[in-house]
T-cell receptor, first 116, second 112 residues
Framework: GAVVSQHPSWVICKSGTSVKIECRSL??????MFWYRQFPKQSLMLMAT?????????EQGVEKDKFLINHASLTLSTLTVTSAHPEDSSFYIC????????????FGQGTRLTVV | AQTVTQSQPEMSVQEAETVTLSCTYD???????LFWYKQPPSRQMILVIR??????QNATENRFSVNFQKAAKSFSLKISDSQLGDAAMYFC?????????FGTGTRLKVLA
């Protein structure tokens, strides 16, 4: 089956620093990748949709300058949390759609970010 | 706009029994898919079952089946012969042309 690898699985960073999270589709090409944020015991909240070679589409209320998304190739999208603060601590999940597939999206294993 | 509503924050079922999780949705799109995902404590999202909106026949995957009522915009999940390994958070999701939108989830407990 289709595999999406997300890295790192967990990261701890100091307040004010930036953190990059990678999302790779290992055995398929993905024109569209989605980034979600999940707070404890809550649902997945869509942050942005990234399309290969173009700017990401951010959901209302998501700060574009804080959460930088780059989708430079058909197999890699990155989310950079800039100038991280403790309130950015959360679980971040990416998913990707196969360019040749149907609507199903495949999920990475998620990244737990802790800002201290 | 797309919305997905799960009105049951938590459900319990006895092992080997059947349980139904509810989901309602709203979308302005005519072409969409509906999904149920399972999220165990590892937090990896696992696809349980999916339904293409244009198909009238309800989807079935082994012990999992859906009751898709398009006019009522209802998409419930039935788990038969519940097993301890079914215990998890279950999310209903709607996927239109671009967006995947999730409901708030239902925590399923399976009692031995």
């Amino acid at each position: 089956g289709a595999v999406v690898s997300q890295h790192p699985s967990w990261v701890i960073c100091k307040s004010g620093t930036s953190v990059k999270i990678e999302c790779r589709s290992l055995d398929f090409q993905a024109t569209t990748m989605f980034w979600y944020r999940q707070f404890p015991k809550q649902s997945l909240m869509l942050m942005a949709t990234s399309n290969e070679g173009s700017k990401a589409t951010y959901e209302q209320g998501v700060e574009k300058d804080k959460f930088l998304i780059n989708h430079a190739s058909l197999t890699l999208s990155t989310l950079t949390v800039t100038s991280a603060h403790p309130e950015d601590s959360s679980f971040y999940i990416c998913s990707a759609r196969d360019i040749f597939g149907d609507r199903e999206a495949f999920f990475g294993q998620g990244t737990r970010l802790t800002v201290v | 706009a797309q919305t997905v509503t799960q009105s049951q924050p938590e459900m319990s079922v006895q092992e080997a029994e059947t349980v139904t999780l509810s989901c309602t949705y709203d979308t302005s799109e005519s072409d969409y898919y509906l999904f149920w995902y399972k999220q165990p404590p590892s937090r990896q999202m696992i696809l349980v079952i999916r339904q293409e909106a244009y198909k009238q026949q309800n989807a079935t995957e082994n012990r999992f089946s859906v009751n898709f009522q398009k006019a009522a915009k209802s998409f419930s999940l039935k788990i038969s012969d519940s097993q301890l390994g079914d215990a998890a958070m279950y999310f209903c999701a709607s996927q239109g042309t671009y967006k995947y939108i999730f409901g708030t989830g239902t925590r399923l407990k399976v009692l031995a």
